[in-house]
């Protein structure tokens, strides 16, 4: 039986296989390249028509052969197509084909970053399980008990989360947990704003410069606060009771901090309605980046606000203020590949890299609603959506209106 670290290096190394999606041959006697017989034509940017026929353009103009060739002409005759608009949507599905291949068979499956199991992750996106309700401590009767070693230590009970970020989040994907019920909307869907947050209520980790947990723990961590980043309004349960566990109930957080509900963390991410956008693909290593690596392995930022998860969907989230944001830049090298008559797209092995970065934004940068704004204006969000987010994301000084609109709607006044 291979040793944990050995099974995970081999889920490492299976993720690093190269992919090919093929398309049928095609007759390609128009094209001048084709008298090149064969030819791989790599490029840095996006699957996508515009940059395929870049590459295609500069490879036009130092073929002889081509003198006098459009690229869009070749590129159409290469595709055995006969319209600009037929190139186009020969070269999406070729995309789209790669990007669905390359998420079934490369992607990491989410349960393999904790190995515990869908059931482990839910939980642990509810706010439970021993990542979220233990703290470092060396009480006479821990278990494991090492003399002059602590028990519940963050960086061994989830070992994984540090190998997963240097192994595979930042150069390979990590399939997004679409099943657990904290991500789907009311019909079974991957959450219909495409945005997600989690609000942290507690600090387990000293030493950080994150939150108040501080040496020696069980004195100075037994109930830390995170760095405080919003205001909570309000708590509608009905929309999480997969996690709240009861149909439906309220919770009203008037004031802030000593004021109200005490120090709290939000931290969440957005991505484009376009499925083949890097943030649309990558969307689980996002999820993966915040919630488990940034925030709790990095921060040791834990708990949920009661009667909502600690991680889902906006919608099913608490109403707040504000909230952090986190966005994935993806460096990748594509290739064109012909060879006869068949032509086929790949992505080059190697050079897929992610970046984790704090969202930039129209008004403000790492603010989840700015962010919104801006995926609004390039047309990855519609004004519509931008609308009913920022119902769950209200803006600063705006909780008594919102709990105020709220409450009415419950049959009750707000006083």
């Not at 996508?48 to 690229?71: F, N, S």
């Not at 993966?288 to 906006?314: E, K, L, T, W």
């Not at 986190?326 to 790949?346: K, R």
């Amino acid at each position: 039986t291979a040793a944990p670290n050995e099974k995970r290096n081999m889920k490492i190394s299976a993720l690093s296989l190269s992919l090919l999606v093929a398309l049928p041959s095609y007759t390609s006697a128009a094209s001048c390249l084709a008298s090149l017989t064969r030819f791989n034509l790599a490029f840095r940017g996006r699957c996508r028509y515009d940059d395929v026929l870049g590459r295609i353009a500069d490879e036009v103009a130092k073929t002889e052969a081509c003198e006098g060739v459009t690229a869009e002409n070749e590129l159409i005759a290469l595709l055995g197509v006969t319209t600009v608009e037929g190139a186009q949507g020969e070269v999406y599905s070729m995309c789209e084909g790669l990007f669905q291949a390359e998420k079934a068979d490369e992607f990491l499956p989410f349960p393999d970053i904790s190995e515990q199991g869908p059931q482990f992750d839910k939980q642990y996106y509810d706010g439970n399980t021993y990542w979220n309700e233990q703290y470092e401590t060396n009480v006479e009767n821990r278990v494991p008990y090492l003399k002059n070693e602590a028990a519940n230590r963050l960086d061994i009970d989830a070992a994984n989360v540090e190998d997963v970020y240097d192994g595979i989040a930042k150069s390979g994907g990590i399939q997004f947990p679409g099943g657990l019920s904290n991500f789907q909307d009311d019909d079974g869907n991957i959450c219909d704003l495409r945005a997600v947050m989690c609000c942290w209520a507690s600090d387990r980790q000293a030493n950080d410069n994150n939150g108040n947990c501080a040496k020696a723990y069980d004195t100075n961590c037994v109930d830390a606060d995170p760095g405080d980043n919003t205001d909570i309004c309000y708590v509608d349960m009905s929309r999480s009771g997969g996690s709240a566990h009861v149909d439906a109930g309220f919770a009203l957080y008037p004031g802030d901090n000593n004021d109200g509900e005490g120090s709290v963390h939000c931290h969440g991410f957005a991505w484009s309605q376009d499925e083949q956008h890097h943030t649309s693909r990558f969307f689980g290593n996002n999820l993966f980046f915040v919630s488990m690596y940034d925030h709790m392995s990095q921060r040791g930022y834990v708990r949920n606000i009661p009667g909502a998860p600690m991680c889902g969907c906006v919608e099913k989230m608490p109403v707040v203020t504000r909230s952090d944001c986190t966005q994935v830049d993806v460096s990748e090298v594509f290739s064109i590949d012909y060879a006869g008559t068949d032509i086929e797209f790949s992505r080059v092995p190697g050079y897929l890299k992610i970046d984790f970065n704090s969202c930039r934004g129209l008004g403000a940068n790492n603010n989840l609603e700015e962010y919104y704004k801006r995926l609004k204006r390039d047309g990855h969000a519609t004004a519509e959506e931008l609308a009913r987010l920022q119902t769950y994301i209200v803006g600063n000084g705006n909780c008594p209106s919102a709990t105020a609109s709220f409450v009415e709607t419950m049959g009750f006044e707000y006083i």
